[in-house]
């Protein structure tokens, strides 16, 4: 079963649109970490946001917010009035522990492509 | 600048030749991880390392070797390279060993792969 999905595979937005970026995960922990990563089109992953999953406080950075809901199993992110500089593929994942308990992996989600347009 | 480091960047190569995709850290970080980048799939993990001399097999280990014979270094190798390991290969490292992959992890640029 996969662990983390972003059901939406491609968003397409106008300049100064809000977009909200979802992600639903599945974990049997009760401690993980959710992480946000942005990889724009030059291919380096840029991290924006960590979260452990006893902190359920929204976050809001600028323009970026994140809603975090355990009830739902997920970590939504909003982009507030879009930018063309925000056009990028971006990944949810999700830090828990693998089956063993002797360390973490890290898993991805399959990636959300956004485009700002102009 | 505090930084991981891969090469090469890009690389076309044909079947069955061996290659070595180094990776390097200045950081002084325990954990260290490679990743492949395939459309629809996002990354996934290869292997991972919680210290020298401590190499674990991730999701997709089949085909690839690693090594961590010094802390700042963790090769990737690919002993005989096929078409269905053209991806795009992410390094990554982040400072503690047991919760290395709950930290935030720092990635290298990524290495274009094309095996013919």
């Known amino acids: 079963a996969q662990k983390v999905t972003q059901a939406q595979t491609e968003i397409s937005v106008v300049e100064k649109e809000d977009v909200t970026l979802d992600c639903v995960y599945e974990?049997?922990?009760?401690?993980?970490?959710l992480f946000w990563y942005k990889q724009p089109p030059s291919g380096e992953l840029v991290f924006l946001i960590r979260?452990?999953?006893?902190?359920?406080q929204n976050e809001i950075s600028g323009r970026y917010s994140w809603n975090f809901q355990k009830s739902t199993s997920s970590f939504n992110f909003t982009i507030t009035a879009s930018q063309v500089v925000d056009s990028a593929v971006y990944f949810c994942?999700?830090?828990?522990?693998?089956?063993?308990?002797?360390?973490?992996?890290?898993?991805f989600g399959s990636g959300t492509q956004l485009t700002v347009l102009p | 600048e505090a930084q991981v480091t891969q090469n090469p960047r890009y690389l076309i190569t044909v079947t069955g030749k061996k290659l070595t995709v180094t990776c390097s850290q200045n950081?002084?970080?325990?954990?260290m991880s490679w990743y492949r980048q395939d459309p629809g799939l996002g990354l996934r993990q290869i292997y991972y390392?919680?210290?020298?001399?401590?190499?674990d097999k991730g999701d997709v280990p089949e085909g690839y070797k690693v090594s961590r014979k010094e802390k700042r270094n963790f090769p990737l190798i690919l002993e005989s390279p096929s078409p269905n390991q053209t991806s795009l290969y992410f390094c990554?490292?982040?400072?503690?060993?047991?919760?290395?992959?709950?930290?935030?992890?720092?990635f290298g640029p990524g290495t274009r792969l094309t095996v013919l």
């Open positions: 990554a490292s982040s400072p503690t060993p047991f919760q290395g992959a709950a930290d935030t992890q720092y």
């Open positions: 974990t049997r922990d009760t401690t993980y970490y």
């Open positions: 979260r452990n999953s006893f902190d359920e």
């Open positions: 994942a999700l830090s828990d522990l693998i089956s063993s308990g002797s360390a973490r992996q890290l898993t």
């Open positions: 950081m002084n970080h325990e954990y």
């Open positions: 390392s919680m210290n020298v001399e401590v190499t």
